[in-house]
């Protein structure tokens, strides 16, 4: 674990080939629904499946 700019963060290597490393931020566990909500209530989010809109908003 490490903390940037006040950021908690987690070493995430790549454990396969497809995989990408980098750090990954930690949330919460009691901000996780509503972080997830808000990721899903837009309307140009609406088609999109639970992986792609979570990848979207990580790039």
Do not use: C, T, Y
């Not at 997830?36 to 908003?57: A, F, Q, R, V, Y």
């Amino acid at each position: 674990m490490i903390i940037k700019d006040g950021i908690l963060f987690r070493r995430r290597l790549a454990k396969h080939a497809n995989h990408r490393a980098g750090d990954q931020f930690v949330v919460p566990q009691i901000l996780r629904q509503e972080i997830l909500h808000g990721l899903h209530s837009g309307p140009e989010d609406d088609h999109l499946g639970k992986k792609k809109i979570l990848w979207k908003n990580v790039e």
